[in-house]
């Protein structure tokens, strides 16, 4: 062999293992550039899913404007018709009523300037030729109480009530004094011409300016129990 073809088969040879030697490298590059393709392929094959969270819209619920009722009491509902008195009272004739004439054996009793009749704890005022059958006068004095009168504590002190009027003991066996009804004293029962009236729902009974309220004792029986005045 001479020495050109010498060079020729070594320098095939030199390139042959060349190429051998750097086979896996070009395979790992080839590799490589494969997979940064595919990469970039399924890059951009995938969509992006943007999520939108929804606006949230905010509910105000507005209170409707109270409106306050105010609403009144009348201070006082009278009844218009008067119940009558019961038992005891109920033959006697009413407060403010008028008569022709006085029961026989009726006295004259002068006090403040007027002459009042007065029976058997019924009191006369003469108006013209007529006389009004009105509420004891305060300040009346008798020796003698009515016929039916009824004796009543308030505290330790005793009174004496009839049809209406309260009677006060006067000192050293004197008589008896019209007084003004006692807070707190109850009677057994109320004259004729009381009024119905009630405050605040509750009933009560108004006789001469004076309110009473029915209370029931521990027996279970009634009694109407001074609370006031006009």
Not at 25 to 49: E, F, G, I, L, Y
Not at 59 to 72: A, D, G, M
Not at 176 to 196: F, H, K, M, S, T
């Amino acid at each position: 062999m001479n020495t050109t073809a010498k060079y020729i088969a070594l320098t095939l040879a030199l390139t042959g293992s060349f190429l051998l030697g750097n086979e896996p490298a070009a395979q790992a590059q080839h590799q490589n550039r494969d997979n940064r393709n595919t990469a970039v392929s399924r890059r951009s094959n995938r969509r992006d899913v943007v999520v939108r969270q929804p606006v949230r819209k905010e509910i105000v619920v507005r209170q409707p404007v109270r409106n306050t009722v105010v609403v009144r009491q009348p201070a006082r509902t009278t009844v218009v018709t008067r119940p009558v008195a019961r038992s005891r009272y109920s033959a006697l004739p009413a407060y403010r009523s008028r008569v022709s004439f006085v029961p026989a054996g009726a006295r004259a009793y002068p006090l403040g300037g007027v002459s009042y009749r007065y029976h058997n704890g019924l009191y006369y005022r003469p108006i013209g030729s007529s006389f009004e059958i009105v509420s004891a006068p305060i300040g009346f004095r008798l020796n003698v109480l009515p016929t039916g009168y009824s004796q009543i504590m308030v505290g330790p002190n005793p009174y004496y009530y009839y049809y209406g009027a309260f009677y006060q003991p006067l000192p050293y066996n004197a008589g008896y004094q019209v007084i003004a009804p006692p807070v707190g004293a109850r009677i057994p029962e109320l004259p004729n011409g009381y009024d119905q009236v009630y405050i605040d729902g509750i009933p009560y009974y108004v006789f001469d300016g004076i309110y009473y309220r029915a209370v029931v004792d521990n027996q279970g029986y009634t009694w109407y129990e001074v609370v006031g005045n006009r």
